[in-house]
């Protein structure tokens, strides 16, 4: 019983079962490593008996047996014959071969399919982790001072140096401080926790699209394996009663279906129709890859806008907090203390989009931005 009874199914109900998963969690496939250790066991043990010799015993009684009797005008006598001997057959070799190299093909394509998955569905988590975890660090450093500008203004108040208005302002722009530190920091760690790619999705679809041909290479390889097969078998061969015999035999055989003439034709056509069928599926992972690339570069693009943007502003911020460096008074240093925090802000969000951008043009790979 072959053992693609089994695997087509995954991969119809696959795409199926992620994306009912989606609306709740990322339905991210499982590790590629039980599935392979199943159907490469599965591929060995099935292709087992095809890889070893066959034993076969006979025993049984021979009517007509003329031959023992030198005189043709006797009643030719009953006997008995015992053969035992192996059998060996170069196609069943050939077949259990294919079967295991068929298994590995099929634990390249799941692990593609499973990884292409964890890409589509997990994305946003594995092109944001590094972003926020930056803008965390940010935010976290630029905190500490903030809170000494808040106690400096509210010492200044109770001298008579600062005005209500200013330590409220103070103290709102600290908040926005906290709060997007809150804010990120809970967008951390409501992210899940997915490997990192070894692949980018451009690859990843490549190798999908090769690990499926490679199947459907050793589908037809086990397809045209049934038409030929050479067959070697030898062993004991004892008739009782005969004379002049030497118990043993020895015989090779061939046999060759001419239809394996024209299958590599219909087998050509189906390696093609499988590659359209996968690349079709509506809700496979291919498609949903495909519109994950074009969803990732749109954003990609947004974000090195926003880059672009962001570091205009740090830089005109820090320009000019140094220009007033040299000067003094109490104006001059709630404006510079009111840069420090906006320049806070700045160099999170600028952070953010430094790691963003890095991490979405790793998902998608030079091909493909």
Known sequence: MSV?????????????????????????????AAYCEWVRSAAESESAPLLSPSLFLHFGAINGAGFLSPDLFTPPPTTFRLTAGARFSAGRLFQGLVLRERARAECDRYAAVSDLFSLVYGHRALSSRAALQAKVAVLREALPAGERILQDVQAA???????IEEVDGTRLRLERLRTALSEASAALAGLPEIPAPR?????????????EEQVERKEAELRRAQSWDVTIQGGYDQIFGAVNQLPAFGMISASFNPALLWQPRADGRARKARLDWVAAQVEGASRRAEAV?????????????RLTEVTALVADLEARRKGLEALAGKKVARYREHLFFEQAQARAEQAYLQAHVRDLGALLGPEAR
């Open 293 to 305: 690339v074009a969803e990732l570069r749109a954003v990609l693009r947004a974000e090195q806008a």
């Open 199 to 211: 692949r980018t999705l451009t690859e990843l679809l490549a190798a999908r699209a090769r690990a």
């Open 4 to 32: 693609m009874r089994y695997f087509t199914p995954i991969f119809v109900l696959l795409p199926a079962a992620a994306a009912a998963q989606e609306a709740s969690s990322p339905a991210l496939a499982p590790s590629p």
């Open 157 to 163: 108040l109770a001298e008579g140096t600062a005005t």
